[in-house]
């Protein structure tokens, strides 16, 4: 009588063959990814922009104070938007309170209002930035005002 012959080396066979293609593709999707880099593309990241607020002076009841929104961005970032919003509790003195512009890698711009603080309570400023670059990406900064 006879044996059945075993299987375990096909088997063996067939696991090295699927390794040796897992290798291939991740060695040219590799390469692929620095070639990439060298042409310019944007590294993917969920921080396209970096964003902050600062105020000159202790924003206190009926006290004029400068705001100033500064953004940068990880790569250029032409046709960008700054839009603020201000609560019901703050207004605005001078300034607007809309910006649009081109932004250059690792530029900052500073976008300048002045505001006065108008009823006393806790106020949430807010920066909506976008970019039709980082479409998916857009983003919202807050600034928070105790008076």
Known sequence: MMKPKSNVWMYVVVLMCVLVVILILGVWYF??????????????????YKGNFSVSDA????????????L???DDA??????????????????????????????KIEHKISIKVVKEGEWRIRAW???????????AFFCYIDS
């Open 59 to 70: 924003p206190i009841l009926n006290r004029t104070v400068e705001l100033v929104f500064t």
């Open 72 to 74: 940068e961005t990880i």
């Open 78 to 107: 032409p046709n960008t938007t700054i839009k603020m919003f201000l609560p019901e509790g703050i207004e605005l003195v001078e300034g607007n309170l809309l910006w649009n512009g081109d932004i250059k890698r690792d530029e």
């Open 31 to 48: 390469q692929g990814l620095s070639s990439r880099e060298e042409k310019g593309t944007v590294p993917l990241t969920t921080e396209f």
């Open 129 to 139: 930035v976008e970019n039709e670059k980082f479409s998916g990406f857009n983003r």
